[in-house]
């Protein structure tokens, strides 16, 4: 297990447990009353820290290295999961996956922003920041999707696009601009879903959708904290107070009305019960498509555009 | 040319804040530091005669190069709300109110229609001097409508693109921006109505990926900065230096994702040649689905 920094008083307390099944291995004191008082403090201690979340604590969470990645979901939700590379004009962007795959009996093209999970592997998807390769590999899979009436289902959790040379060079913006106008006409569903880390233009690249979920120890916004504090505080010392000022958490994003719900983790995150997660996540995929699916694809695509354009706050003055 | 005297008095925005200029007389070039009339380098939109340097300028100054004589401005009435009682340094109310101050201007985008040698046109243009033309709630709105209008009325759209990218006081309201003015640039385009994206220095972030590199035409004044992320990031990013007339408009011509640059004298005959061009009356049926 990694703690992090405000989840050290479980640390010592799971020390303990640890001490005490040491006790009852060995069998000769009676420590049962004991670790039953402990779980009970687990308990406790575990919701009081996961039930008051500072904005910076889900950014913590949702990077927390043993957080469950695009790969893992699609092993656990799919079967017969078929991995389909590259753009068709220059690379394939490790960064981005994507492939068909059942979920039960039902087709679909599911993508993702992918993070590695060790040093090397790290490296090799770029830390799940995509160039242009990766963007258009994802939209010439969900054109593709749309011509055998395939339903589309993305997981974003990315902390942004690359801010690299060559992804200026081949157009990272033309990119992700490119897939905001297509995604808003796809005629079949497309379910989006924020399972890490949703930093701007390059998790919204892949997340124009009929329906947009976060799961809870999650973020979405337009910067970094740690950017916005570099830009507007002209520091990068102030990132838990960029976190709380922009708002990013999945309770503000779906009291905005910019996320349509909110699907619960395993208490203490999504790493401590991966397995969990991943059958919630599959059967609310399962029930979403069930609703998208019957509706007529104009109707939908009419429903998703209007969806958008409602999206912001202003006021009329005279 | 004749549109060179419309530009009255008034459109000083060029000039107005620049402390090199004494008395209001005298604008010193940002480039190759020549000193110039104000006078005289309205005259010459603003371009220095000297090295050809195109001073930013704003979208009135745009709206009165562009339109013959008379135009109508859409949406004023549209303004900010602080939602998110964002505070940094300074709170997002404040630096509105200066902003208000500052450029007389309701936000940071504004939008006029009229007539381009007598051809009709809808023209929603960013004004730098308003939040560096960040993209919030209002900027996203009046795109939306002005497409409204733009259907409404058979007009083609052009939008003048000059923004250091999304408003971050406005978090993910000004990110959803970016899928607001796409989503809604696909009616446009089932519409059969052109949409020409001008981009002029700079043009970044969340702007140039969404709206600004949507255009069914898209070009862009010369030497003007274009990209996604800015230059200050890559370099950090990357850890050594960028190459000369790295994300310049020539670097993005060069690199295919503009059609053209046009220098701001040939602006306005350059947008009438390319409206000419196109039939806005409503398609037939058959040519929506066709598309
Ligand atoms: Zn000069």
Known sequence: ?318 | MSWFKRLKEGIQTATKNKKETPDGLWHKCIRCSEMTTIKELREHLYICPKCDYHTRISSTDYFEILFDGKYTRLFDEIKSVDVLEFSDIKSYKSRLDDAYKKTKLNDSMSVATGKVNKLPLTVACMDFGFIGGSMGAVVGEKISRAIDYCIANRTPLMIISKSGGARMMESAYSLMQMAKSSAKLTLLAKEGLPYFSFMTDPTTGGVTASYAMLGDINFSEPEALIGFAGPRVIKETIKRDLPEGFQTAEYLLEHGFLDFIVHRKDLKCKISDLLGCFDTRKPDSELVTAS
Request: charged letters at 30%.
């Open chain 1, 1 to 318: 297990m990694i703690y992090l920094d405000f989840e050290k008083p479980l640390e010592s307390l799971y020390e303990q447990m640890e001490k005490l099944r040491d006790v009852e291995a060995e069998g000769t004191v009676d420590v049962a009353e004991s670790i039953k008082e402990l779980e009970k403090k687990i308990q406790h201690t575990k919701k009081e820290i996961y039930s008051n979340l500072t904005g910076w604590q889900r950014v913590q969470l949702s990077r927390h290295p043993e957080r469950p990645y695009t790969l893992y979901y699609i092993e656990q939700i799919c079967k017969k999961f078929t991995e389909l590379h590259g753009d068709r004009y220059f690379a394939d962007d490790k960064a981005i996956v994507g492939g068909l795959a059942k979920i039960d009996n039902l087709s679909v093209m599911i993508i993702g922003h992918q993070k590695g999970t060790n040093t090397k592997s790290r490296q090799y998807r770029n830390f799940g920041m995509a160039n242009p390769d990766g963007y258009r590999k994802a939209l010439r899979l969900m054109k593709m999707a749309e011509r055998f009436n395939i339903p589309i289902v993305t997981l974003i959790d990315t902390p942004g696009a690359y801010p690299g040379l060559e992804a200026e060079e081949r157009g990272q913006a033309e990119a992700i601009a490119r897939n905001l106008f297509e995604m808003a006409q796809l005629k079949v569903p497309v379910l989006c879903y924020v399972i890490g880390e949703g930093a701007s233009g390059g998790a919204l690249g892949i997340g124009v959708g009929d329906k947009v979920f976060m799961l809870e120890n999650t973020w979405y916004t337009v910067i970094s904290p740690e950017s916005c504090s570099s830009i507007l505080w002209r520091s990068w010392d102030h990132k838990e107070e960029a976190a709380e000022a922009l708002k990013l958490t999945p309770e503000h994003m779906l009291s905005f009305g910019l996320i349509d719900d909110i699907i619960k983790e395993p208490l203490g995150g999504a790493h401590v019960d991966p397995e969990k997660m991943a059958k919630t996540l599959k059967a609310h995929i399962k029930a979403e498509l069930g609703e998208l699916m019957p509706q007529d694809a104009e109707e939908r695509i009419r429903i998703r555009i209007d969806k958008y354009d409602n999206m912001g706050k202003y006021q009329i003055v005279e």
